[in-house]
C-alpha cells in the first residue's frame, strides 16, 4: 500500500488531527447541507420572487452545474497549487456570496449567488476527501476520517429539511443561505490552523491543460442547459437542437483532447480501472435518487398536499433518524458482506427507495416514509465504501483529482436529476408550480412527480447495473 507523506510525523489518533477533522467536516457539510435546505423554502421563494418555473429550478440546479463542471479542474489545481491554498481561498468566497443573500431581491439576483456558491463549493469540496487521505499514513484512519467527514455531510443532508422548515416558521428564506457564513468561518479558522501546508514534493508537477478544462466544463454546462431549451422554447426551436449539437461536439473535443493531451487533466484510462469506475457509477445512482427523491418530495408534500413548511420538516424526520442511528452498523455491515457488495447493496437499496416513492407517493405517506428509511439506510453506507473505493483504485498522487471525480459524479447526478424534474414538470403542468391550486393542476403536478420519479428510477437503476458489472469484471482480473 502507498502513502502520502503530508506530514512529516502523521497523526497515529483521530484526536491527533481534530481540529483539521473539524474543519473538513464543516466544509462536506457545507456541500450536503446547501441545497438539501434550500429545498424545502422553495415554495416560498417562489411566491416572494414570482419565479417561473424554471427560474426555481435553476435556483438550485446552478449551484450543481458551476459545482459539477468545474470540480475536476479545481482538483487539478489543487494539486498543482496546494490543497490547502485552494481551499481557504474557496471558503472566502462562499463567505462572501452567502453574505450577499440579504440584498437579492430577483430570481437573477438569486441565481448568480448559487451559481458563486456553486464556485466555492468547488474550490473546497473536493479537498476534503483528499485531505484527510493525506492527512494520515495508516488505511484503517484514513477511512475512519473518511467516515467522520462524510456523517458529516450525510446528517447535514437529512436534518437540512428538517431544520430549513423550522428555520421558515420564524425567520425569512434568507437566513437559510446565512447559516453558510459561520460554517465557512469554522472550516476556514480549523484547517488554516489543524492542516499543514501543502509540501513541494507532494504537489503535481503537471501543468494544467486549460483546454481540456475548458472542454469538459462546456460539455457538462451544455448538456444541463440544453433540455430547458427544449420546454422553453419547444422541439422546433433552433436553438434546443444547437445545445444538443455544442454537447455532441464538447464531449467529443473534451474526449479527443484527453486522449492526445502530453499531461490531461484527467487521464481517461483511470476512468476504466474497476474499483474506479464501479465507485463512480454507484456514487452517480445515489446521488441521482438522493437529489431526485429531496427535490420532489418538497413538491409532493407542499405544493401536492398543501403541507406548511414545519409539518413538512416533521414528515422527513425518518431519514434524520435512519442516518443518526445507523452509523455504528455501517463498519460491522461492510465487514461482514465485504466492500463490493456493501457498495453495490447500499446503491440499489437507494435506487428502490426512489423508485417506491416515484411509484407509490399519490397513495400516502406510508410509502414516502419507506422511501425515507431506504434511502438514508442506503446513503449511510454508499457515501463511504464508494468513494473509498475510487481512491484506492487510483495512484496514490492522484488523490485531489480523484476526489473531485467522485464528488463530481455525485454533483452531476445532482444537476442531471434536477433538470429532469424540471423539464418534466415544465412541459407538464400549465403555468408555474409555484402557483398551482387548481385540482387539474395539482393533478398535472401529481403526474409529472410520478413520470420524473421514474425516469431517475431507470437511469439510476442502469448506473447500479454498470457499476456492479464493472466490479465483477475487476474481481476476475490480477490486482496491480
Known sequence: MSTSPSTAHAPTRLRDAWIALAGLSAVFLFEMLDNSVLNVALPTIGRELHTSTIELQWVTGAYSVVFGSLMLLFGALADRFGRRRVMLVGLVL????????????????????????????????????????RLFEEQGLRIRAMTVISTAGL???????????????????QALLLINVPIALLAFVSIRVGVPVDRGMDLHPDRIDVAGAALGTATLVAALVTPTLFVEMGAASWQAWAGVGVTLLAAALFVWRERTAAQPMLDLRLLARPLVASGLAYKAAS????????YMTTLQLQFVWGWPPALAAIAMLPQVIVLLASGRFVGPFVQRV?????????????????????????????????????????????????????LQGLPANRTSIGSALVDTSSEVANGIGIAVIGTVLAALVSGSIATSTTPEQLSQLQNGITTAG???TIIATLLVGV??????????????
Do not use: C, D, H
Not at 452567502?98 to 437579492?104: D, H, I, K, N
Not at 423508485?355 to 405517506?365: E, H, T
Open 338 to 390: 465485504g466492500l463490493n457488495r456493501a457498495a453495490w447493496g447500499s446503491a440499489a437499496a437507494v435506487v428502490v427507495g426512489l423508485g417506491i416513492f416515484a411509484l407509490g407517493s399519490w397513495a400516502g405517506y406510508a410509502w414516502v416514509f419507506v422511501a425515507f428509511v431506504l434511502v438514508a439506510a442506503g446513503m449511510r453506507v454508499v457515501g463511504v465504501v464508494a468513494g473509498n473505493n475510487v
Open 454 to 456: 421514474v425516469i431517475l
Open 287 to 294: 446521488g441521482l435518487a438522493v437529489a431526485g427523491l429531496s
Open 155 to 173: 446528517v447535514g443532508l437529512a436534518i437540512g429539511p428538517t431544520a430549513g422548515g423550522f428555520v421558515l416558521a420564524v425567520a425569512p428564506w
Open 467 to 480: 457499476g456492479i458489472l464493472k466490479s465483477k469484471r475487476g474481481s476476475t482480473e490480477r490486482p496491480e
Open 94 to 133: 462562499l463567505g462572501l456570496a452567502s453574505l450577499a443573500t440579504v440584498v437579492v431581491t430577483t430570481p437573477g439576483q438569486l441565481i448568480a449567488v448559487r451559481a458563486l456558491m456553486g464556485l466555492a463549493a468547488a474550490m473546497t469540496t473536493p479537498g476534503s476527501m483528499a485531505l484527510a487521505f
